[in-house]
C-alpha cells in the first residue's frame, strides 16, 4: 500500500528499468510535489515572520491576548467562554477568528441573560457629576480590535486635566510597512486586511 501511495513508484509503474518517457513523467511530479512543499513552508514562515512582527509592535487583538481572561473586568469573570485563537496567523485565519468568536459572544449572551436580576428595569440614567480626586489613572476593555485604552490625569477639578485614548487600530497598523516588504502591490489589500484596523482611529 505504501508503494502505491508512492508517486514516482506510480509513475514508473514498478518497472525495475523505466523507460525515458516514465522517467520524465516522474521528475515532473517529482518538480510539482518539491514546489509544493516549498510553497507551503514559505506561508509557514511567513507566518512565523508575522507572528514575532506582531509582539514586538506590540499588537493587541484576538490573535495574541484577549484582556476578559488575562485581566477580567466587570463581570466577565462570571462567563466561561473560549479565547478564539488560531495557529497560523494569516488571513483566512483571522476570518476563522470572527466566526469563532460569533460562537463564544453567544454563549457570553446566553450565561448573561440566565443572570440577570429580577424586578424592574431602570433604563433613566441618573445626573450626577463625579469629581475625581487628582492623580492618574489607565483603565482598559477588549474591544474588537483589541485592547482599547484610556489614560486620565485629575487635578481634582470636574473635567479631566489630561486625557488619552489608546485606539487599537493605531497600533496595529505600524507593522504594516514591515509586512509588505517584498510582497506584490496586489497583495497590499489583502496584507491590510489582516491587520483589520478602523480607519476612524488612524486620524490623529
Not at 93 to 116: C, G, M, P, T, V
Not at 172 to 198: M, S
Request: charged share 30%.
Amino acid at each position: 500500500m505504501a508503494e502505491r501511495a508512492d508517486p514516482v513508484r506510480r509513475a514508473f509503474k514498478f518497472r525495475a528499468y523505466p523507460t525515458r518517457p516514465q522517467e520524465h513523467r516522474a521528475v515532473r511530479l517529482l518538480a510539482d510535489h518539491c514546489d509544493l512543499y516549498n510553497a507551503a513552508l514559505e506561508e509557514r514562515r511567513e507566518a512565523w515572520r508575522m507572528r514575532r512582527a506582531s509582539v514586538s509592535y506590540g499588537l493587541q487583538s484576538a490573535q495574541l491576548k484577549d484582556i476578559r481572561r488575562a485581566d477580567p473586568y466587570s463581570i466577565y469573570d462570571r462567563f466561561e467562554f473560549d479565547v478564539a485563537m488560531r495557529p497560523n496567523g494569516d488571513l483566512y485565519d483571522n476570518y476563522l477568528i470572527r466566526i469563532d468568536e460569533i460562537h463564544q459572544s453567544l454563549r457570553i449572551l446566553k450565561q448573561a441573560l440566565k443572570q440577570i436580576p429580577q424586578g424592574p428595569i431602570n433604563s433613566q440614567k441618573p445626573q450626577y457629576q463625579v469629581r475625581v480626586p487628582a492623580g492618574e489613572a489607565y483603565g482598559r476593555i477588549e474591544s474588537p480590535k483589541g485592547e482599547l485604552g484610556f489614560y486620565l490625569v485629575s487635578n481634582g477639578k470636574p473635567n479631566p486635566w489630561r486625557y488619552h485614548v489608546r485606539a487599537p487600530s493605531f497600533v496595529n497598523i505600524t507593522p504594516l510597512e514591515q509586512i509588505c516588504v517584498g510582497k506584490k502591490i496586489a497583495d497590499f489589500v489583502a496584507l491590510f486586511g489582516v491587520l483589520d484596523v478602523v480607519m476612524g482611529e488612524l486620524d490623529r
